[in-house]
């Protein structure tokens, strides 16, 4: 399992890439004025390399989703409290700090409709009529978001492949490792779908 999430970050000083990607990306931000042609050209150029990670400059993101090592979803972070895992307790991150886009249209390479579930802080597909099951019982329920996530781009550097709808609990889980995780349902999760490619610093 070594060699995923959180193990591929290239030789040399992470922080001398981090910092200066993201300063690239907060200007582009700034200059959001080409509005909608803005965010058309950006998305055409989604696939063609990593330098586009910025091009993505129109989306606004959030930061500090995570990798769960115990049930392999993805998780949002960024409070004192990690949710409710699965297999018990809260979730335990591992790997990158993911950077996900929201709130911006739906292309043929980004899926909208990617919520935070305030019950168990996974994140979950809210496009069925039926909101899963979250580990904290019931069905996942919605707040704040609407991430759109890119899929079936190429991998790199700085944007992590094999991510994937799980079509039982219907979070977002990493499918890239043998072992498929652990589901609300019990078992493991079940990819349906889309290849998602999420974005890490
Ligand atoms: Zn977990
Ligand atoms: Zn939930
Ligand atoms: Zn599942």
Known sequence: MGLQNGFTTPPGDPSAFAPSSRRAFLGRAAGVGAGIVG?????TLVGTSAATAASQ??????EKWRYCQKCSSLFYWGYPSHGVCPSGGAH?????????PYGVGETST???????????YSMFFWGYPDKGYCAAGGAHS???YTFVLPHDVPGTATRQR??????RCRVMFFWGYPDKGYCALGG??????????????
């Open 92 to 100: 335990s991150a591992e790997g990158y700090n993911f950077v996900l």
């Open 39 to 43: 965010v058309a050209a950006a998305a």
């Open 162 to 167: 094999d991510w994937r709808y799980c079509q």
């Open 110 to 120: 980004a899926q909208a409709d990617w919520r935070y579930c305030q019950k168990c």
């Open 188 to 201: 493991a999760h079940s990819a349906q779908g889309y290849n998602f490619v999420l974005p890490h610093v």
């Open 142 to 144: 919605a707040q704040g």
């Open 57 to 62: 400059g129109a989306q606004a993101v959030q």
